[in-house]
């Protein structure tokens, strides 16, 4: 079996998440700063999952994106939408 090297990371979107904050790519040597990093409660609030396969995270952060956005709305999102929100979120600041 190969070494384990990386894991997908899949949480909870928020109305104005980017499909990258709820699923990516993440080194299984630095898994221990996302650990300490985050507490206990926020892992279980964001209901964080590890995977080792993207399609598997890819297909639960679809799921998980579309009950909050409505069906087809995951194959909908494109680059150019995601852009406008960080700006939208840049211009709050």
Same mark, same amino acid.
């Given at each position: 079996?190969?070494?384990?090297?990386?894991?997908?990371?899949?949480?909870?979107?928020?109305?104005?998440?980017?499909?990258?904050?709820?699923?990516?790519?993440?080194?299984?040597?630095?898994?221990?700063?996302?650990?300490?990093?985050?507490?206990?409660?926020? $892992?279980?609030?964001?209901?964080? #999952?590890?995977?080792? !396969?993207?399609?598997? *995270? &890819?297909?639960?952060?679809?799921?998980? $994106?579309?009950?909050?956005?409505? #069906?087809?709305?995951? !194959?909908?999102?494109? *680059? &150019?939408?995601?852009?406008?929100?960080?700006?939208?979120?840049?211009?709050?600041?």
């Amino acid at each position: 079996m190969a070494e384990l090297t990386q894991v997908w990371l899949v949480r909870n979107p928020t109305k104005d998440s980017l499909r990258q904050e709820i699923v990516h790519e993440w080194p299984v040597d630095r898994l221990p700063t996302l650990i300490i990093g985050t507490t206990v409660e926020t $892992w279980r609030a964001e209901n964080t #999952k590890l995977y080792t !396969d993207e399609a598997s *995270a &890819t297909k639960d952060a679809k799921k998980r $994106w579309e009950k909050m956005h409505g #069906k087809g709305s995951w !194959d909908k999102t494109d *680059a &150019t939408q995601e852009v406008r929100t960080i700006i939208q979120r840049a211009e709050r600041l």
